[in-house]
């Protein structure tokens, strides 16, 4: 049973999580978080929170349709409501995450995927999914640990190819190419600014490359 059940969900259409979608709260506190995301009229939800002792707090069983998600689409899939699980982690944006949060996330996600059969290629940020009209979780998230643990993907040095071509095999839904470069930077590059540069093309290359390896090998063990 959840720890503070939500009353925002559903059922899931006929789908079945295969994405895990994270979020940061972009609210004071876990309390303020909490409330809202048990709030009937707010018609919001996620499966999980992070409040910031790391305290890790059931909201959504996972085999519902929590509502966090919202428009967007990742490798051509629409509907991620339907097909992923939701972790709020309280934060306002403006800050890194606590170790406490991040350690407690780590462990999250390893039960998660495993219960799910999720690879670390499905693991992505609201802002992958919705390039433009979300940035969570935001610039101060610590994708690289999350790589180095084996529960995300995270680029290193690849062929300075065209971009949109990488970031369409990453799974980025259509935009503009500044939004869609803005995403790919919040998630991969968050220093960089200004006009696309070798070093987001080479970044990127990467990331298409691990993504199309880590689909290969999950299409294959399935």
Not at 39 to 45: F, K, L, Q, R, W
Not at 79 to 84: F, G, K, L, M
Not at 96 to 116: C, E, G, N, Y
Not at 135 to 162: K, M, Q, T, V, Y
Request: negative net charge; hydrophobic residues 35%.
């Amino acid at each position: 049973m959840p720890d503070f059940p939500s009353p925002n969900f559903a059922d899931r259409r006929g789908q079945t999580p295969e994405l895990i979608v994270l979020h940061y709260t972009g609210m004071a506190d876990a309390a303020s978080a909490r409330t809202r995301l048990c709030d009937p009229t707010a018609e919001v939800s996620a499966h999980w929170l992070i409040d910031e002792q790391g305290g890790a707090e059931a909201l959504v069983p996972e085999e519902m349709r929590a509502w966090h998600a919202g428009a967007g689409s990742w490798q051509g899939r629409e509907d991620i409501n339907s097909r992923s699980i939701g972790i709020e982690i309280a934060n306002p944006g403006d800050r890194p995450f606590t170790a406490r949060q991040m350690d407690a996330l780590t462990d999250l996600l390893r039960q998660i995927m495993v219960r799910w059969h999720i690879g670390p290629e499905a693991v992505i940020g609201h802002s992958d999914m919705a390039p433009g009209r979300k940035i969570d979780p935001g610039p101060h998230f610590d994708w690289a640990r999350l790589a180095r643990e084996g529960l995300a993907l995270a680029p290193s040095d690849g062929d300075d190819l065209p971009i949109t071509e990488s970031l369409d095999q990453i799974g980025y839904p259509a935009a503009d190419p500044e939004t869609r470069l803005a995403a790919f930077r919040l998630r991969c590059r968050p220093w960089a600014y200004g006009p696309e540069t070798e070093d987001d093309r080479r970044a990127a290359a990467s990331f298409a490359s691990k993504t199309r390896r880590m689909r290969s090998e999950t299409t294959e063990t399935s």
